[in-house]
């Protein structure tokens, strides 16, 4: 018994964060994936030769519980994608993970039950999340969240009292650039972080849907083709993202440069250090600023594929 399967990473054009709260987000699968393999195990439960543990395999085990197998387990991954650099790495590791085990306990496995399921494990170790990156991971091309059902509808996923419409969207046909700082900044204490503002005080859910109002215009804009107004908007959202307390010196050097060759760029994830993503038609250019300014550059393309299994 042996099961592979592998998942995308993904970027944040636009939501990030009040996604949580129910506002819109669009967002795109990119070709650097997450693997996992799967076959039994003869004495206990371990990843990459290591005996499972809550402390370092937190979302795998959050997996495991959510699928209900008992049976010991020999878990492989491996990850293209940095952790805690705002691609989406533990989304894929979840969907690629969820992929395997749902194989391995029903053998039909469909993207709409990886979604949800990826969804609970992100909601479980995170403490809060939206379906934004494990529907993006899932289903691969992008995605745009929405409170109301609209066209190219695949699923809805809620929570509490929280519904989240996910749609298909295809690729843009536009160019990124992302920028790693290299501060390794983990999701969970920037989503909690958020929610103690969000819960506290008003003016933290005007900023939440004045990014609700940005995400929108900018889908409608990106679906027009006008790149230059997308770019404003990235600028605009990244303002308010700075003002929600998710930015980070080093995002804003980044961030700052890029704009000299860019039509927009901003924070994308979690922030808190993590990426930021610049939109432009001279990629070189904005990579060698980046680096110039000590982040990592990611000349990335989006992809249409979600969760796959085999090699
Ligand atoms: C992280 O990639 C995106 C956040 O909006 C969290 C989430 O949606 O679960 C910050």
């Known amino acids: 018994m042996k099961v592979k399967a592998s998942a995308p990473g993904k970027i944040i054009l636009f939501g990030e964060h009040a996604v949580v709260y129910g506002e819109p987000a669009l ?5 650097k994936r997450s693997f996992c393999e799967i ?21 795998i085990l959050e997996c495991l519980n ?17 952790s805690g650099a ?41 403490g809060n999340a939206s379906p934004i990156d494990t ?5 691969g091309s992008a995605i745009m969240v929405s409170e109301e059902k609209e066209e190219d509808f695949l699923w809805e996923i809620g929570k509490k009292e929280k519904r989240w419409n996910i749609h298909h969207r295809p690729i843009p046909d536009v160019k990124f650039v992302i920028g790693d700082t290299g501060v390794h900044s983990p999701t969970a204490p920037l989503v909690k972080k958020v929610k103690r503002f969000y819960e506290k005080n008003n003016f933290a859910k005007e900023i939440v849907e004045d990014i609700g109002r940005i995400v ?27 003002i929600l307390g998710v930015s980070h010196p080093k995002l804003e050097r980044l961030i700052k440069g890029a704009r000299k ?25 904005v990579a060698e600023v980046i680096e110039r300014r000590g982040g990592k550059p990611y000349i990335l393309n989006s992809t249409e594929m979600g969760l796959s299994f085999g090699e």
Do not use: W
Request: glycine share 10%; net charge negative; aromatic share 4%.
């Open 27 to 31: 967002a795109l699968a990119v070709n």
């Open 39 to 59: 076959s039994s195990s003869s004495s206990e439960t371990t990843v990459n030769g290591y005996p499972i543990q809550e402390e370092y395999h937190s979302y």
């Open 66 to 82: 959510r699928v209900g197998i008992d049976d010991d387990l020999k878990i492989e991954t491996e990850s293209e994608l940095p």
């Open 86 to 126: 705002g691609m989406g790495s533990s989304a894929a590791i979840s969907v690629s993970t969820l992929g395997c085990l749902r194989k391995l306990a029903e053998n039909e496995v469909t993207e709409e039950q990886i979604a949800e399921d990826a969804f609970n494990v992100e909601f479980e170790v995170q």
């Open 135 to 139: 529907s993006t991971s899932t289903h």
């Open 216 to 242: 929108r215009k900018g889908s409608s804009h990106l679906e027009s083709g006008d790149i230059e107004r997308v770019g404003e908007l990235m600028d605009e959202n990244q303002r308010l993202l700075s």
């Open 261 to 285: 060759y860019s039509y927009g760029a901003k924070l994308t994830g979690a922030g808190g250090g993590g990426s930021m993503i610049a939109l432009t038609d001279q990629p070189e250019k």
